[in-house]
């Protein structure tokens, strides 16, 4: 299994970014694909899933309305759409798949990407 994210980088507060994660190595289409971040606290928090057909999306609080989450099944990749950017918003953004327990259990997923890197200043 192998999840690849790009897109991350440093922005000012209210800007945007776009993540993209590129997944191999598992049945992709089958999935619930998820982004969850690494906060500079080492808070793990989750941030968005989407079903594996991309008709449901489900958002945390914190980011819904300004986050959206999609996927191309037939690229098997996922994105997550950011915008008005907040500096709180900072954070290592993970890929991640495959959580037996939950979306929201950040500790149960078995498959995770290596990262990117999320800055937002004031």
């Known amino acids: 299994v192998q999840l690849v994210e790009s897109g991350g980088g440093m922005v000012q507060s209210g800007g945007s970014l776009r993540l993209s994660c590129a997944a191999s190595?598992?049945?992709?289409?089958?999935?619930?694909m998820s982004w969850v971040r690494h906060t500079p606290e080492k808070m793990s928090e989750w941030v968005s899933t989407i079903e594996p057909d991309g008709s449901t999306t489900y958002y945390a609080n914190s980011v819904k309305g300004r986050f959206t989450i999609s996927r191309d099944n037939t690229r098997n990749t996922v994105s997550l759409q950011m915008n008005s950017l907040k500096p709180e918003d900072t954070a290592v953004y993970y890929c991640a798949a495959d959580a037996p327990q939950g979306r929201t259990m950040t500790s149960e997923y078995n498959y995770w990407g290596q990262g990117t890197q999320v800055t937002v200043s004031s």
């Open positions: 190595g598992f049945s992709f289409s089958l999935y619930d």
